[in-house]
């Protein structure tokens, strides 16, 4: 069972600063992209930032220049810094992991499993 569980939310004043976390658990070997979502109220829901298991990070246009996606060691953490927060950046943001291999403890057999797995997300919100 893949679990993804995001953290590092709350409030913060415009221009402030947070650092969201999401770890994944389960029987994961890898995983090829983990990706930062996030939805504000009335609107749909929009990508923020992508980060690949090779390293290489890409960000939605507002994202550019105040965000920064990364990954810990073991590619199984990620990170999601957001710096001059603006009242619009507020939302409930979403972490996803998508392509990945596990490792079933009672097979010990690798499956690849092609399919976005989303955490629960937290909320931001930024006081004008």
């Known amino acids: 069972q893949v679990q993804l569980v995001e953290s590092g939310g709350g409030l913060v004043q415009a221009g402030g600063s947070l650092r969201l976390s999401c770890k994944a658990s389960g029987e994961i070997v890898m995983i090829n992209v983990m990706s930062w979502y996030r939805q504000a109220p009335g609107k749909e829901r929009e990508l923020v930032a992508a980060h690949t298991r090779i390293g290489t990070a890409n960000y939605s246009d507002f994202a550019k220049g105040r965000f920064s996606i990364s990954r810990d060691d073991t590619g199984m953490t990620v990170f999601l810094e957001m710096n001059d927060l603006k009242p619009e950046d507020a939302g409930t943001y979403y972490c996803?992991?998508?392509?990945?291999?596990?490792?079933?403890?009672?097979?010990?057999?690798?499956?690849?499993?092609?399919?976005?797995?989303w955490g629960q997300g937290t909320q931001v919100t930024v006081s004008s």
């Open positions: 996803t992991a998508t392509g990945l291999t596990i490792e079933p403890r009672d097979s010990q057999v690798r499956e690849f499993l092609r399919g976005q797995y």
